[in-house]
């Protein structure tokens, strides 16, 4: 267990896609140290099961509904989150994902008859997932931007990926939308730099959650071959779990931690980046 961030105490965390495996972890360990957290989902019950937890934990949280493609629904989560607390000094652009519409059932295209390549994928589906991973993160830090921009030291942390560095086959939309992420922190860090508003990014490396289970996990618990490959590559021989965010989570969102930091992308990834494969 952290140790207690006092310098985060009081303040307030909005985590757009907060229900989420990786996401709600972080809104528990935030509360932990005393930060009251808006969890952001489409459906507010989703979040309620988190805020509700963090609530009996002793801390303060509340769901909201959100959708991070519609900016009068975002408008909408901001003013409940200001009516409840107050002010915004954390955002956690965590709202994302994939969708069968933009996967390829194959790795690589050999020509042959094929039950799904990339000349099948729908367009409207690869649309959705870059927008909800990329388009997403714009709108909800352009609703939120102006409210963080009233505190002494906000912070914006976008969630990448290890797409972003190297495309895993099967998911280009998605890959696509991660490395635009990592551009798009570094642009927004420029951009923002002598308002005193930070923007960093975590790239987690593989973690097991809701959405990949049936990727990584054959029924029966054992590894598919999707997953062998991964393990094979990561050095540290097993798949993350969402613990391992927290420390780099803590140490970005304190200024008395990182104040100097920003326009960085963060590897938490078992060494995947760092191995050749030889």
Not at 123 to 145: I, R
Not at 197 to 203: C, D, E, K, S
Not at 214 to 220: D, T, W
Request: negative net charge; glycine residues 8%; contains cysteine.
């Amino acid at each position: 267990m952290f140790p207690i961030h006092e310098n985060l105490e009081g303040k307030t965390a909005v985590i757009t896609g907060g229900s989420g495996v990786l996401c709600s972890e972080m809104a528990r360990e935030l509360s932990r140290h005393r930060v009251k957290v808006a969890i952001l989902n489409r459906t507010a019950e989703k979040g309620a099961a988190v805020s509700e937890e963090i609530e009996k934990a002793g801390g303060t949280a509340i769901a909201v509904a959100a959708d991070v493609l519609d900016r009068k629904s975002l408008e909408k989560a901001r003013e409940e989150v200001i009516k409840n607390f107050g002010h915004v000094d954390i955002l956690i652009n965590g709202a994302g994902g994939n969708h069968p519409d933009a996967i390829t059932s194959v790795e690589t295209y050999n020509g042959e008859s094929q039950e799904k390549s990339f000349f099948d994928m729908d367009e409207k589906g690869f649309s959705q997932v870059f927008a909800s991973n990329f388009t997403g993160t714009f709108l909800a830090s352009q609703v939120f931007g102006k409210e963080l921009l009233k505190q002494e030291s906000p912070i914006i942390i976008n969630i990448s990926s290890m797409s972003s560095y190297s495309p895993m086959t099967k998911v280009p939309a998605y890959s696509a939308a991660k490395s635009a992420i990592n551009n798009f922190t570094m642009w927004m860090a420029v951009h923002f730099a002598e308002t005193g508003l930070r923007v960093n990014a975590i790239a987690p490396g593989f973690f097991l959650t809701t959405q990949n289970r049936n990727l990584l996990l054959n029924e029966e618990g054992s590894y598919t071959a999707r997953s062998e490959k991964i393990i094979a590559h990561t050095p540290m021989k097993r798949f993350g779990q969402p613990k391992d965010l927290l420390g780099v989570l803590l140490w970005l969102a304190d200024e008395e931690y990182s104040g100097f930091v920003t326009g960085v992308t963060v590897p938490v990834d078992g060494g995947f980046m760092a191995y050749s494969g030889v």
